[in-house]
């Protein structure tokens, strides 16, 4: 029996100074999931396994994960972090390809390119390279590049309007940041 696909893939991106782009992502994911689609996100510059959502995946049929980078926050890429972005995107280049996935997340690509750490240049090749049925999702940065801006068919900028980080020093909490 073959499964369901969609009649036609399209390019979202996420990206801003506000929270909720791997969230929005996710939720799709979730949602695609939900109608028998096959999902896979793919994490750039996340290497820490403790994420909530590492563990939610898990248990979702249909929905898989993989991490590139290191656990540390990153200021200047060294060789290991571009060694583990161009594997990453190599990674994602396969499984976009293989056509066998309906979703495709490259979760904080955005922040990736703005780092340096994947070139745009390869990254408009993989998009490029996005078969007919297949929906491509693309988050992080606080700006997404205007090569991606340009080609995506859905674009939305989160805005910080108020964070409690800022307004009440409250840092990154359990289950609901990470």
Do not use: W
């Amino acid at each position: 029996m073959s499964r369901r696909r969609l009649k036609q893939g399209l390019i979202q991106a996420y990206f801003g100074r506000g929270k909720g782009k791997t969230t929005a992502a996710l939720g799709q994911g979730f949602r695609a999931t939900g109608h028998g689609f096959k999902v896979y996100m793919i994490q750039f510059m996340k290497g820490n396994t403790k994420y909530g959502e590492i563990e939610a995946i898990k248990n979702t049929p249909n929905f898989e994960v993989k991490q590139f980078g290191t656990t540390e926050l990153i200021e200047i890429p060294g060789k290991i972090d571009l060694e583990e972005g161009k594997k990453a995107l190599e990674f994602a280049d396969k499984i976009i390809t293989s056509d066998e996935y309906d979703l495709v997340i490259l979760d904080e690509i955005g922040v990736a390119i703005e780092m340096h750490v994947v070139r745009i240049e390869d990254v408009m090749e993989v998009i490029d390279n996005k078969p007919e049925k297949v929906e491509l999702i693309l988050t992080g940065g606080r700006s997404m590049h205007a090569k991606i801006k340009q080609r995506a068919d859905l674009v939305t900028e989160m805005r910080m309007i108020k964070h409690y980080f800022s307004s009440q020093g409250i840092t990154a909490r359990f289950g609901i940041e990470y």
